[in-house]
Nanobody
Framework: VQLQASGGGLVQAGGSLRLSCAASGRAFGSYGMAWFRQAPGKEREFVAVISRGGARTSYANSIEGRFAISRDNAKNTVYLQMNSLKPEDTAVYYC???????????????????WGQGTLVTVSS
């Protein structure tokens, strides 16, 4: 599978964005999918993960209920709805695929075999 992230942009604090990650290939439904982010000068950080069928999700504590991950396996796409954005959410956001599904630890980047190219989200204060 190959991944293409999109939907980033410039938004004011308090605003919303929806990121999309489109996958090529027929095996999309067999992958657990996650979003990570990397701010300038910082390490890549786990944001959210969703199971193969979409029934289970998990989020980083820092998200505090502001983001929601979802997927549409018919469209080979995973989404990240981001609300109440803060300047500290500014980062490049990456989608990633885990062929082992939604396996712990969710936040370990080594669990994910395929990565998208990233999409930049900038939140102004």
């Amino acid at each position: 599978v190959q991944l293409q992230a999109s939907g980033g942009g410039l938004v004011q604090a308090g605003g919303s964005l929806r990121l999309s990650c489109a996958a090529s290939g027929r095996a999309f439904g067999s992958y657990g999918m996650a979003w990570f982010r990397q701010a300038p000068g910082k390490e890549r950080e786990f944001v959210a993960v969703i199971s193969r069928g979409g029934a289970r999700t998990s989020y980083a504590n820092s998200i505090e209920g502001r983001f929601a991950i979802s997927r549409d396996n018919a469209k080979n796409t995973v989404y990240l709805q981001m609300n109440s954005l803060k300047p500290e959410d500014t980062a490049v956001y990456y989608c990633a695929a885990n062929p082992r599904g939604m396996s712990t630890p969710y936040g370990d980047p080594r669990r994910y075999d395929v990565w998208g190219q990233g999409t930049l989200v900038t939140v102004s204060s």
